[in-house]
Structures are given as structure tokens and as C-alpha cells.
């Protein structure tokens, strides 16, 4: 949503891949990536994630982080 900076992806059975991301950019994940975000710029980096349940009425474990001041 705003902001610069890196994410990196590792889909399942392959190598990292890392690209810079911008306001505006978006990032597809399949549901075994494993992914990090790491901020590059002087800005905060803000993200809306959008996420899409693999099976409708399973239970999802969330994990709360509290927000850095």
C-alpha cells in the first residue's frame, strides 16, 4: 500500500527468488511458498494481504503480532 521494499519467495522444491516491491505492486503466492517482506526504504512499509482458505470450512490458526512502535 506504501512504501519500498524487498520480498522473498521460495516456492516448494526450488531456489529463492527476491524482487524489490513499490506502492501499488502486487505479489501472488501459491499456499507452499514460504515468503519473507523486508523494508528498504525510509517510509514504513505498509501490505494488505489477502488471503484464500484451502479448504472452506477448516479452522485457520492466526498468529497476532503486536505492532512495532
Known amino acids: ?10 516456492p516448494e522444491e526450488q531456489k529463492p527468488e527476491t524482487a524489490l516491491i513499490h506502492a501499488g505492486d502486487a505479489i501472488p503466492l501459491q499456499l507452499s511458498d514460504v515468503h519473507a517482506f523486508a523494508n528498504t526504504g525510509q517510509q514504513p512499509l505498509e501490505l494488505l494481504i489477502v488471503g484464500v482458505a484451502r479448504e472452506k470450512y477448516k479452522q485457520l490458526d492466526t498468529v497476532n503480532e503486536p505492532a512495532v512502535k
Open 1 to 10: 500500500m506504501s512504501g519500498d521494499g524487498a520480498v522473498t519467495v521460495t
